[in-house]
């Protein structure tokens, strides 16, 4: 007999070793599935190169795949926002959060803007450079009549309808409706619960949703890739060399520099070990050109990290409109660069009165497509006219430049959101270490942690005692 119990045992002690067997394959699909997307890019390079013209026709491939994953991010953001805050009992501590996040999303594109300024003016890449009438006249092409001024940029976050934030793809009046739907939850007490059980089921399906879409990110890195070097070609690039890797190092500079310093001073990370947390999303965003891509994917990994949903619920969302760092030292950059291929170089004081306009002018254009660009136009065209002629001349390169806007965004939003996290006290430190140390790897088949954590079935009983600790 004690033979037979301690088989017995062995068996039963083997079966809890065998269970996670299944999650580890499914990963291991996940990781090809991001090979594939490299495979993808280098083919792609190398149809633009070789058949330029059969790689612009192919940029409805990424366009598509990109317009999958926007698709997604209003529910995600609807559902992140409304069981943060419907399980939190403080409406007070929201509202800290908001408030910190927009004092911190200021602070940085000043800072962004400032090493966009010196760095222009050290290189002065415009130099020498000569302006004709077609550059000209694609310069004034770029003017976009989608940015809004500050006054009317506010009243577009309202909805026309309670549903119409979702059907137009707003990001901004998605947070809103989310906001109030979470606070309303949050004020109807125990009679909410059934409601946010239902909001969490959702949540489920849309996540789940987004990692079958994500299986498509090959075909959508190629078409995108293809397309972007097709259009460009290597005389652009050749011509304007100069204000790319000026752009791309100061980017750098930025990120892991000033962000890598405020992340290991105020949270004790090392920045390069959170990146590679994130090495997957920023694979996708290098690929497609577009920030927006990652937005769904770094929700469900800041709150995988330890971040609790109200923070990752306002701050990413927010952070994709007004912490902009990467299109704020662009628009620095190429406004310097304009302005000394017109033979029209700016003095200081004439470079940080129109920098300050186009920080506000930016906010305005957070939901236009293709914003940096269009952004510089509108701000050039309302502020100082002169030099819309010269936005022409990186029009060939923007779509590069734009990759690295995209990337220096992502970053940045990412580390606000761990630092605004560390601030307001809502962040599991033991988790995060656990996290980027690999011993809590993040399900890359449903994006949530179902059965990780112990309350992740009743999301209000966790999120008021993170919140009791703090």
Not at 296 to 321: F, N, Q, W
Not at 349 to 372: T, Y
Request: glycine share 10%.
């Amino acid at each position: 007999m004690p033979t037979k119990t301690s088989r017995r045992a062995a068996v039963a002690a083997s079966t809890p070793d065998t269970a996670p067997a299944a999650p580890a394959r499914k990963r291991d699909r996940t990781h090809y599935l991001y090979i594939a997307v490299i495979v993808a890019v280098a083919l792609g390079i190398a149809v633009g190169l070789i058949w330029p013209d059969a790689g612009v026709e192919l940029k409805p491939l990424g366009t598509g795949f990109v317009n999958l994953i926007k698709m997604m991010i209003s529910p995600i953001i609807f559902c992140t926002i409304v069981l943060g805050i419907g399980s939190v009992r403080k409406a007070a501590k929201v509202g800290a959060v908001g408030g910190i996040a927009l004092g911190y999303f200021l602070v940085m594109s000043l800072v962004a803007l400032t090493i966009g300024l010196v760095v222009g003016n050290i290189l002065h890449p415009g130099d020498g450079l000569h302006i004709t009438n077609a550059i000209k006249a694609s310069g004034h092409d770029q003017v976009s009549a989608d940015a809004l001024p500050p006054v009317d940029f506010v009243l577009s976050i309202i909805p026309l309808t309670f549903v119409s934030a979702f059907t137009e793809g707003q990001v901004l009046q998605t947070l809103l409706i989310a906001l109030l739907a979470g606070f309303a939850l949050q004020a109807m007490g125990s009679t909410g619960q059934p409601i946010l059980r239902g909001v969490e089921h959702i949540q489920r399906l849309v996540f789940r949703i987004l990692a079958m879409v994500m299986w498509a990110a090959p075909i959508g890195a190629f078409g995108a890739i293809a397309a972007v070097v097709g259009s460009a070609g290597l005389d652009a690039l050749k011509s304007l060399a100069v204000l790319m890797l000026g752009f791309y190092v100061t980017c750098a500079l930025f990120v892991f520099i000033v962000l890598g310093v405020m992340l290991r001073a105020v949270a004790g990370l090392n920045i390069f070990t959170l990146f590679k947390y994130l090495a997957r999303e920023f694979l996708l965003i290098l690929s497609t050109s577009s920030s927006e891509s990652a937005l769904p994917r770094l929700i469900a990994k800041m709150e995988h990290l330890g971040v609790s949903k109200p923070v990752v619920g306002i701050t990413v969302p927010t952070g994709y409109s007004f912490n902009l760092d990467g299109t704020m030292i662009y628009m620095t950059m190429a406004s310097l660069y304009i302005a000394d291929a017109l033979g029209t170089p700016m003095s200081i004081g004439e470079q940080i009165p129109l920098l300050l306009f186009l920080l506000l002018a930016s906010k305005g254009a957070a939901g236009v497509s293709g914003a940096g660009l269009a952004t510089l136009a509108g701000g050039l065209q309302s502020h100082k006219p002169a030099l819309v002629d010269g936005v022409g001349l990186i029009v060939g390169i923007d779509r590069f430049m734009s990759e690295a806007r995209a990337l220096t965004n992502f970053a940045g939003n990412a580390v606000a959101t761990v630092l605004i996290g560390t601030w307001t006290k809502e962040i599991d430190k033991a988790r995060v270490q656990q996290v980027l140390a690999g011993e809590l790897p993040f399900d890359e088949t449903t994006l949530l942690d179902e059965g990780v954590r112990p309350h992740a079935e009743i999301p209000e009983q966790g999120g008021e005692k993170e919140l009791a600790k703090a």
